[in-house]
Structure formats: structure tokens, C-alpha cells
């Protein structure tokens, strides 16, 4: 089977690059929400931040 030549394939969408400062924000603001729909419990900073930084950083990576 030949291969033919392939184009480069354009998307009509395009997701904007974010900087840290602004990822650091949003991560920031996400864990929050998290720790509020759990309860608020105490002693769970590092877990609700982990969480909240995996469901930015793969919405916008």
C-alpha cells in the first residue's frame, strides 16, 4: 500500500495558553470549591489541591 502526501490538518478550534499565574488562580479557586462541596473537613488542603489541580491542568493542557 503507497502512502500519499498528507497535509497538515487545521482545527477551527484552538485553546488558549494559560500562564501560571493564572493556572495557580484557577487551581486555587477549584480546590476551594472542592473543599466546600466535601464539607469543609480540616486536614485536607493537599488532597483537594491535587484534585483540582488534575482537573485544570487536564482541561487546559
Do not use: C
Amino acid at each position: 500500500m503507497a502512502l500519499g502526501n498528507f497535509s497538515k490538518v487545521k482545527t477551527s478550534q484552538s485553546f488558549p495558553k494559560i500562564d501560571d499565574a493564572k493556572m495557580q488562580q484557577m487551581i486555587s479557586g477549584t480546590a476551594y470549591h472542592i473543599w466546600e462541596r466535601k464539607g469543609k473537613p480540616s486536614g485536607k488542603d493537599w488532597e483537594n489541591w491535587l484534585q483540582a489541580e488534575k482537573q485544570i491542568r487536564v482541561k487546559y493542557r
